[in-house]
């Protein structure tokens, strides 16, 4: 019995109540059952069988089609859709201004911020190199301070980054919002400004100031200026930095003190219009962007510089095709690791400074493909 009930679960439902009356008059027969009772017993019988087949086929559509909304949201999500290559076209920093790791992750204001972190990569033990502004902005772009301790300096005769892409035959841009020129070098406007000269570490690098007068270059808009351009037209240089623009002194909706999109919680919705924008675009789809998140500095305030790197913990989230979605990395990080990175994931030759001893984020984020 145990073999035939097994032949009967793959027939059609016709063949099977056929072969279940005979069945069933077989054991009327057997046990003495009336003809009218056991065709009722088999009707019985074969309604329960029914039932049983129906809820199964509806589970198993219910469970197709959950199957099919998790590839389709796999498909929507920012990363972990490729295997990693062996070399980037383009590496993104989108950097913030004055936030502490505790301020960013869990912040409920922050959804997409937090959203992006668990979609994709997130350095939990990351440091910058304490306060204020100014020193973080040229360690993470020159691997070192070179004694800059403040927000003004003069122009540094130092090797950067952006002398680095140039000297590899390729182009850099700083895009940052509210800067109503090229290469602008002061902030504007001068009271309660929009646009921080100080947030601009490329004005502090002698060897591409005429470089700067042409790559430096306004942010516009998510529909018009030229990042909105560079991507429509897939001509992204190979290495830039978004910068959001400051609070210009004024109150915004859903601030409660001055704020602009270096803050929270408008940073939040500057974040994901642009790297919404980024990942919708072929040169992220082929797999060969990169786009790092981070803040300048945590918002203690503490005074100085930390050249033991423990005093300013950050949030850093690391997007990229290869990245496997919910990646965290407890590893130590800090700028120069940032710095070290980027040169690494677009073939820059040399590491520049402190970036030489930093620990690379590429194998804890899966970005670079191993080699062997």
């Known amino acids: ?221 998510i529909r018009t200026g030229a990042l909105a351009r560079d991507l429509s037209a897939n001509t992204l240089p190979a290495f830039a930095i978004i910068g959001p623009n400051d609070d210009g002194g004024t109150v915004k909706p859903g601030c409660s003190r001055p704020c602009g999109h270096v803050d929270p919680p408008l940073s939040d919705g500057f974040l994901r219009l642009w790297t919404n924008r980024i990942v919708a675009t072929p040169g992220y789809r082929s797999g060969k962007t990169a786009i790092f998140v981070t803040w300048d500095e945590d918002d203690s305030f503490s005074g100085g510089l930390c050249p033991s790197l423990h005093c300013d913990h950050l949030a850093t989230i690391v997007v990229a095709r290869s990245v496997r979605p919910g990646t965290r990395s407890a590893t130590m990080f800090s700028h120069y690791s940032l710095l070290r990175t980027t040169e690494e994931l677009i073939g820059l030759p040399g590491r520049l400074g402190q970036a030489a001893t930093a620990n690379s984020m590429a194998a804890a984020f899966h970005l670079l493909r191993a080699r062997r």
């Open 1 to 221: 019995m145990a073999s035939g009930a097994l032949c009967f679960a793959g027939e059609l439902p016709g063949l099977l109540l056929v072969r279940l009356l005979i069945l069933g008059s077989c054991v009327a027969i057997i046990v003495g059952f009336s003809f009218v009772r056991c065709r009722l017993a088999v009707v019985v019988l074969v309604s329960a069988l029914l039932l049983v087949a129906t809820g199964a086929s509806v589970w198993d559509a219910g469970a197709s089609l959950a199957r099919e909304g998790a590839k389709r949201a796999s498909s929507r999500s920012p990363c972990g859709a490729q295997a990693a290559p062996s070399r980037y076209r383009h590496v993104v920093w989108i950097i913030f201004e004055n936030q502490g790791y505790d301020h960013i992750i869990g912040n409920a204001s922050l959804r997409f911020t937090n959203t992006l972190a668990k979609k994709c990569g997130l350095a939990t033990d990351y440091f910058g190199v304490g306060d204020p502004s100014l020193p973080n902005y040229i360690a993470m772009t020159s691997g070192g301070t070179w004694g800059v301790n403040g927000d003004s300096s003069p122009t540094l005769p130092v090797p950067s980054i952006f002398s680095q892409v140039k000297a590899r035959g390729l182009q850099w841009r700083t895009y940052s919002e509210s800067m109503p020129s090229n290469c602008y070098l002061t902030d504007y406007p001068n009271r309660d400004p929009v646009y921080t000269a100080h947030h601009e570490p490329v004005l502090f690098y002698s060897r591409v100031r005429s470089d700067c007068r042409r790559w430096d270059v306004p942010l516009g808009t």
